[in-house]
């Protein structure tokens, strides 16, 4: 009988392997994420990150091994449905719609949560809510300012905040954000990280970042990957000091 997964953890993978063909991008990745925590994902160019992600969220089926939630084999579970039970992520690139508004896209976002079809002739009396919570939704990553902006006219880092905004209007119990500092300048990288430890407040993220100084800023734990396997967890100060973390990030032997 296989061994029941550990209560104190929101998310855990057993064992998780994907292969392409002979290459083994995840090999036995065993991942513990606590609930209320925000939990970094690094590693170098290559180490298996994103395809860790894919995995968790369905985009891609395992080779072998399982992943539950909150107690639940979600190992064949599609990915709307990882959404519904309220594991939402984000993409490395912008996900949100170019020739809409940055208040039509929480919109888009808030309606999709209620499951019905976006629609602009609603009722004033049905959409004034909706409106209302995505004028708060903007507010709270500072968009209001935007609201009426085209999502494609925005600002790179002001269209991950958007996304961000989409993603809370989605009302994720675990948030995973797939490096969302990507290609940013000194002062959005601080604003983005600024949105992310408020947005995480009262909620899980599991998050893949480059970014060491956001991640030791931010990060509860961290799980290193090199080579689609786990070679050190822990704080900040104890992955940063594992030999074979500085090794994979500095070179000084092959690992």
């Known amino acids: 009988m296989s061994q029941l997964p550990n209560s104190h953890y929101i998310l855990e993978t057993r064992n998780l392997v994907k292969s392409f063909g002979s290459f083994v991008a995840v090999n036995g990745l065993s991942l513990r994420v606590r609930p209320g925590t925000i939990h970094s994902l690094i590693g170098p160019n290559g180490a298996g990150k994103t395809t860790a992600f894919n995995l968790l969220t369905r985009f891609l089926q395992p080779t072998s091994g399982q992943i ?22 984000s993409f490395q690139i912008s996900a949100v719609f170019a020739h809409m508004s940055a208040h039509e896209n929480v919109l888009v976002a808030l309606q999709r949560k ?27 990553v ?26 809370l209007a989605l009302e994720p119990e675990v948030m995973l954000l797939d ?45 290193v990957l090199s080579r689609g396997q786990i070679v050190a967890e822990g704080s900040y100060a104890e992955v940063s000091g594992n030999p074979d973390v500085m090794s994979i990030y500095l070179g000084t032997t092959d690992v």
């Open 114 to 140: 209620k499951r019905c079809v976006y629609k602009f002739w609603l009722s004033e009396s049905i959409l004034k809510p909706l409106h209302e919570h995505a004028d708060r939704l903007l507010d709270s």
């Open 179 to 223: 490096e969302p500092t990507a290609g940013m300048g000194h002062e959005d990288v601080g604003r983005i990280a600024d949105l992310i430890k408020s947005a995480s407040a009262g909620r899980t993220t599991l998050m893949v970042e480059h970014n060491l100084s956001v991640v030791a800023d931010l990060s509860d734990s961290i799980t």
């Open 142 to 167: 500072g968009l209001l300012a935007d609201r009426g902006t085209l999502a494609g006219q925005l600002s790179y880092g002001r269209r991950r905040a958007l996304e961000i905004a989409t993603t």
């Open 68 to 89: 539950f939630y909150k107690g639940q084999d979600i190992t064949h579970f599609g990915s709307a449905r990882i959404a519904q039970h309220g594991m939402v992520r």
